[in-house]
């Protein structure tokens, strides 16, 4: 019927008014890619399509919001989000208020991964409506409860990441390696553009990974349908072109009758020596700080990928119904670290608190904020001085009165931003209190009743600052633009066994290890934890995370009952995480590099 609904990616792409050409990307040559492919011999061309479905964001907290009217006709809104000046500007649209009259507040969200950017926005103008119009306070929170078939489900209203299908053409030659690629990718949008160009750039600009393609051509478009509007979640796009290509090399190698990462290492970038310059990859950016060879013979070592492959083939020829699978994949995933400010104050007594425009979802962005203020603030002592302990550092909630005007937390370098600003600001502080420091040394000196005269604590420095008026208030903010772009790509790589059910389906990963390059992490408790939960929730997405939706497109998987996130069974029995060792990235922030993002798309391994 002309009326019926669109609910699917491939009823959307037969239908041209759907499309949003203004959205179209590209990379590549599309005529010698054409050329190419006319070119070769048509037993090593392959053609085919993989469609990569849909992931709820399926965060701890559901969307909420606090809004309470305050004097002087402002509003006040307390929300969990990852976007805070766009939930600032969007409440103060919707009232018609100057953006001065508005004062949004945000502790810490209980996750969000993606489905708290654009989507806290419109939860928050509800409550702030609300509240304006009755001069009361108003709480909305969407709950996930459908029991009683009258209140609004989280997961039914945030449509979660985007499907992308995948029509390729790859030329190889005899032994495996690319001649030429061409893909068109399509996304489904649901029924707004949103967010979804962010992910489709990432797709395409991530698809090739780490493989040389001699010639190219990525393109992809963006299709609307009639369902929930889609979001960029946990690595948008990656995953999904990651699976698209590993899905090529193992079609090559079935072909060529030749182990898989035989094939990936034949079309894998060779190590770089020193003074190499670095290739560059089909978006045009070169491929720095590549440490993925390494990494690749290490786990290899490590996990005694040939002996554990030897072995899996044994035991298929030895059992019909029981099957074993070794593999290994590389993952490599740019991030660009967003602008973010920070204000760090200072107290009389040594304490310290912390404005800082990053959100704190979880991934424990506070945490290494108050390790980057204490190592900057030290430095006033000298290179190695532990005077400043990060316990005396406080995050506080962050205030768009305060900070204003900042970006969302995402892309995995939230917390590098707001770090590289907070240390700027105590970059200040230390230029200040230098002086001090020298003054306060005198003064001991003079009186000869110091023996260590040269020692100085943090508080005694702190008393002495504020009892003689020094500034212990500084803001900085890193634009992330001009002297302080950081774009940068990030490398690693895992190795699983599985064991197969051939009459059940049932899958249990036996093994997994993965090694990343992590640069010189801030906090390696932190960021193991990053690391194991955005792989497991890659196996989520690729095993037992399907959307649904009935006839009518109304949601059937819109709780955890139908909705089927990673359970205790689907967790490797053995995982592993290392991170490579001595491999600081000098660009980076105190020479780290992102983790919260990159290992899930390890999960196709």
Known sequence: AADAPCLSLQSAVQDPARHVPECDYEIGDAAATQQALSQQDGRCVLRGSVLIGSQNHFYMEPLSAYAVPDEEGTIVVYTGMQWPGATHSAVAATLGLHESKVRVIHRRAGGGFGGKATNASWVACLAAVAAYRSRRPVRLTLSREDDLK?????????????????????????????????VDAALNSGWTVDQTPATQVASIEAFSQVYRLPVCHLKSAIYLTNVANRSPMRGPGELSSSFAIETIICEIAHRLQ??????????????LSPGDLPPNLPNGKPLAHYSLPVMWERLKT???????????????????????GVDITPVRFEVNVWAKSATV?????????????????????????????????????????????????????????????????????????????????????????????????????????????LQVSWAELCAYAKATSVDLSAHAHWSGARDQVLVYQNYGCCASEIALDCLTGEIEILHSKLIYDCGKSLNPAVDIGQTEGAFVMGLGHLFSERVQLDADGRLHTAGAWEYKIPHARAIPLRLDVEFLQDSPFDKGVLSSKACGEPPLVLAVS
């Open 302 to 324: 490590e996990f005694g990928f040939d002996a554990r492959r030897h072995a899996a083939q044994l035991f298929n020829r030895q059992h019909r119904w029981q099957k074993r």
């Open 150 to 182: 009258l209140v609004v489900v989280d997961l039914k209203l945030i449509g979660g990441r985007e499907e992308i299908s995948y029509r390729y053409e790859a030329a190889h030659s005899a032994d495996g390696r690319f001649t030429a690629l061409r």
């Open 258 to 271: 030749l182990p898989p990462h035989v094939v990936r290492e034949r079309n894998m970038y060779p190590a």
């Open 345 to 453: 104050n200072v107290y009389g007594d040594g304490s310290v608190v912390v404005h800082s425009g990053v959100t704190e979802l979880g991934q424990g962005a506070h945490v290494k904020i108050a390790q980057v203020v204490a190592n900057t603030l030290n430095r006033v002592f000298g290179p190695d001085s532990t005077a400043v302990d990060p316990s005396v550092v406080r995050n506080v909630d962050l205030d768009t009165t305060v900070l204003p005007n900042q970006m969302f937390t995402g892309n995995s370098t939230g917390s590098e931003g707001a770090c590289a600003a907070a240390s700027l600001a105590c970059e200040q502080l230390v230029k200040r209190l230098a002086p001090c420091v020298k003054a306060i040394q005198a003064k001991k000196r003079e009186d000869e009743t110091e023996p260590n005269f």
